[in-house]
């Protein structure tokens, strides 16, 4: 059986760095970390193991604190330095310039157009530096509900969530560019990471190609999930298993070649681990 691991699976560039970081942070002193530094319970459970404590409000700090690569919301670095906490910044740079952009453009007299998911840290940390002139939206089917209100505008900037589809920010894009009003100036920031949006092409690429697909990532994981969708479009058999103890050997009786992606919180030995088991089981 052939076996085709995407190039680009696994952990981001800003979840590895953010993950080596805590590792040496623990070795020297207490570290605490605010809210799970990737949604990944294996890789969870075993930082905690080496140590790292975490928390979910910066009030049950003692020391210092890492702040994951989604980043958090200003209110955080306000309550951090009140109370005296040590703040070891991983906001990952990619998420930063988003960051920074809602600030800017928000400062500059912008409605901000966030597309994302609301509910998710990174956006909760872009939307607070939005001011209160802002919308989250994940889909071009909600612009419709938001005309009235962006056609009363003078400047309307949109940005999006590092990890959001980027088909669907196109279209939204799109959609806006189709039925906003000629006098609003509209700028567009395409924000998704190159490193989101080069797995979502390798992850369509490999489906089109194999008999079944892989998907390896915690169910929680946005862009794992994603992964996922893009797969089922291109591939009719796909599996989406948070680590190898998940995996069926029967679903792979028949089958002559398997693609593995995996998400930007899985860490490598989860693909290697079942790349070993289907290795170890003679497909
Ligand atoms: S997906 Fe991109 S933006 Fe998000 S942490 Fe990874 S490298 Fe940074």
Do not use: W
Request: hydrophobic fraction near 35%.
């Amino acid at each position: 059986m052939e076996i085709i691991i995407g190039k680009n699976a696994g952990f981001c560039y800003g979840v590895q760095r953010a993950v080596n970081k805590a590792l040496e942070e623990v070795k020297k002193n207490k570290t605490y970390c605010l809210g799970e530094m990737v949604h990944n319970q294996n890789v969870i459970d075993k930082l905690e193991n080496l140590g790292i404590c975490f928390i979910k409000t910066i009030e049950e700090s003692k020391g210092n604190t890492i702040i994951r690569a989604h980043g958090e919301p200003k209110s955080v670095y306000k309550k951090a330095k009140e109370m005296g906490i040590n703040l070891i910044d991983l906001t990952c740079p990619s998420v930063l310039k988003i960051q920074n952009l809602a600030d800017e453009y928000s400062k500059k007299g912008y409605f901000i157009i966030i597309v994302g998911k609301a509910n998710h840290p990174e956006v909760i940390g872009i939307k607070s530096r939005a001011g209160s002139d802002y919308s989250i939206i994940e889909n071009k089917t909600e612009i419709s509900e938001l005309l009235n209100i962006i056609n009363n505008k003078k400047k309307v900037l949109l940005i999006s969530q590092t990890t959001h589809s980027s088909k669907k920010f196109d279209e939204i894009a799109q959609e806006l560019k189709n039925n906003i009003n000629s006098d609003v100036k509209l700028e567009i920031k395409k924000t998704i990471c190159p490193s989101t949006e080069i797995r979502q092409k390798e992850t369509e690429e490999i489906a089109k190609k194999v008999d079944l697909m892989i998907i390896i990532g915690d169910k929680r994981s946005s862009n794992t999930n994603k992964l996922y969708d893009i797969a089922c479009n291109f591939c009719n058999n796909v599996l989406f298993v948070s680590n190898e103890t998940e995996i069926n050997l029967d679903k792979f009786n028949g089958i002559k070649s398997v693609g593995i992606m995996a998400g930007a919180s899985t860490p490598k030995e989860d693909i290697f681990k079942i790349k070993d088991l289907l290795l170890n089981n003679n497909y």
